[in-house]
């Protein structure tokens, strides 16, 4: 039954949640209010009514309208707060959240308003929620490398609020290496590299996440599967891959869940964990991941806890945290 599915239970640590896109049409309408935001929705039915997405494209167009309505720190520290509520109903332990900056002070919030919006809440997760959680920022790949970069100056004022960069939205004609110099500097600043690869884009974008930019982990990944060479090389150097299996399906990436190339991965070795990336919108936080796969892809209780167990030794954790996720 639900109530006793691993699926449920097991102890879950999140590496692919877009905090904006954990933002339930309750809250967009509740910040559009107290911003003055006229919304082109009649109601919470009507914008849940639009979730309704042909590829990454279309659902990223209601994506970044969905954001303007967050514009004070407030706006951002009750996302990040509806996020960890339900994340912890789902038995999340920890979490590593990727936001977007840009996203954000291209329409006039400033970085110090999002980051002091999101901490006020994140600081005490694991005191409230039992959570623990750290910020990646993710650079938005088809706004180009220079913004990228000027960026990367603007968030290493503030290095010590985040461990990580990560690279996102619109993928094809946005290849990683693209963003080589914006990375290696990263790098060199001590943070950890994660990029989108292989959601929509080519198996070519994977090689060029892992051997231009040097990530440590790879968002999605899952086109590897059209390239037997770059599946073992995975599989070889342990390269943990962030699978979103109803975001794939949602966003049409696979025709149907049980088409999903999951299995494939799993059976050819690569390390692969299992989370929701934008839950407010595909249907389902990580929980509802595990329990979708368990269903449609018959992963048992011993598989639900490996995904679970490779998640805590993919995650940027120190030695004392993994153990007690262990
Ligand atoms: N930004 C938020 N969700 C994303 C996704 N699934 N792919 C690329 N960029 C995103
Ligand atoms: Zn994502």
């Known amino acids: 039954t639900a109530e006793t599915s691993t699926a449920l239970t097991v102890p879950k640590t999140e590496l692919h949640i877009h905090i904006e896109g954990a933002l339930e049409p309750e809250l967009t309408f509740a910040c559009a209010e107290r911003n003055g935001v006229t919304l082109p929705y009649a109601g919470v039915e009507e914008l849940r009514g639009r979730y309704e997405f042909s590829d990454l494209q279309s659902f990223l167009d209601l994506y970044y309208t969905g954001m303007n309505v967050l514009h004070r720190a407030e706006d951002f520290t009750a996302l990040a707060d509806s996020y960890l509520t339900r994340a912890a109903a789902q038995g999340v332990r920890h979490a590593e959240i990727f936001f977007d900056p840009q996203a954000h002070t291209t329409r006039g919030v400033t970085l110090e308003t999002v980051l002091d919006g999101l901490e006020a809440s994140l600081s005490t997760s694991e005191e409230r929620f039992g959570i623990s959680t750290a910020l990646i920022a993710c650079f938005l790949r088809d706004r180009g490398s220079a913004e990228a970069s000027r960026m990367l100056d603007e968030l290493l004022e503030h290095r010590q609020r985040i461990i990580g960069i990560g690279l996102d939205s619109a993928e094809l004609g946005h290849p990683p290496g693209d ?69 794939n399906v949602r966003l049409r990436g696979v025709d149907e869940l049980g088409q999903h190339p999951l299995p494939r991965l799993v059976e050819a070795g690569v390390v692969t964990t299992i989370n929701s990336d934008d839950p407010s919108y595909f249907g389902g936080y990580v929980g509802d991941n595990l329990r979708a796969i368990e269903r449609e892809l018959g992963f048992g209780e011993d598989a639900l806890r490996e995904f679970a167990r490779n998640s805590v030794a993919a995650a940027f954790l120190g030695a004392e945290r993994r153990e007690r996720l262990l």
């Open 179 to 247: 963003f080589a110099e914006v990375f290696s500097r990263a790098r060199r600043a001590g943070l950890r590299l994660v990029a989108h690869a292989g959601e929509e884009g080519p198996a070519d974008y994977v090689w060029q996440a892992l051997d231009v930019l040097g990530v440590d982990r790879i968002d999605h990944g899952v086109r590897a599967v059209d390239d037997p060479e770059l599946v073992k090389r995975l599989a070889r150097d342990r390269v943990p891959l962030t699978v979103c299996p109803l975001s």
